[in-house]
C-alpha cells in the first residue's frame, strides 16, 4: 500500500498515485495476503515519507493498524532512502528482530537496484517463512 495511512492490503485509491503500477500492487496484494494467511500474523505496507524521529513514526503508524500486537509493518520511504520494520509483541515472538533485520538487508539490495516491488515481495516472503505457520 502506498500513502499516509497504514492497511494491510492494496486498493485504497491513494495507491494510484504512488511508485507502482498496477501489475505491481497485484503483487504486492498477493505477497501480503500469502504473507497473512501462512502465519496468522497481518503484515502491512507502508510507503511514504516518514517523519523524525523515523522510528518512532514508524511504531506510531504500527500502533493505529487493527491488531498490533499480531502485526508486521513494513515502511519504506524511497525518497528518503529509509526502511523500518515494527514487530508487535506476539508478531516478534515468531519473528524475531534478527530476521527481520535480514529480510531488511533483502529488501534494501533490490531497492538499491531500483526494485522497490520486488524487493518488497521477497521481503515479505523471508519474514513468512521465518514466522511459520500458525
Known amino acids: 500500500m502506498t500513502g499516509g495511512n497504514p492497511a494491510a492490503h492494496v486498493g485504497t485509491p491513494e495507491v494510484l498515485n504512488g511508485p507502482f503500477s498496477t501489475r505491481q ?27 523524525e524521529p523515523v522510528r518512532s513514526y514508524a511504531e506510531k503508524l504500527h500502533g493505529h493498524l487493527a491488531d498490533p500486537p499480531h502485526s508486521v509493518l513494513v515502511a519504506l520511504s524511497p525518497n528518503q532512502r529509509l526502511l523500518e520494520i515494527v514487530t508487535g509483541g506476539e508478531a516478534r515472538r515468531r519473528l524475531p528482530d534478527r530476521a527481520a533485520k535480514l529480510a531488511a538487508l533483502s529488501m534494501a539490495a533490490a531497492f538499491g537496484g531500483g526494485d522497490l516491488a520486488g524487493g518488497l515481495v521477497s521481503g515479505l516472503a523471508q519474514m513468512a517463512d521465518h514466522a511459520g505457520r500458525h
Open 25 to 51: 500492487l497485484l503483487r504486492l496484494d498477493e505477497a501480503l495476503r500469502l504473507a497473512d494467511s501462512s502465519t496468522g500474523l497481518t503484515f502491512s505496507i507502508y510507503v511514504g515519507d516518514l517523519e
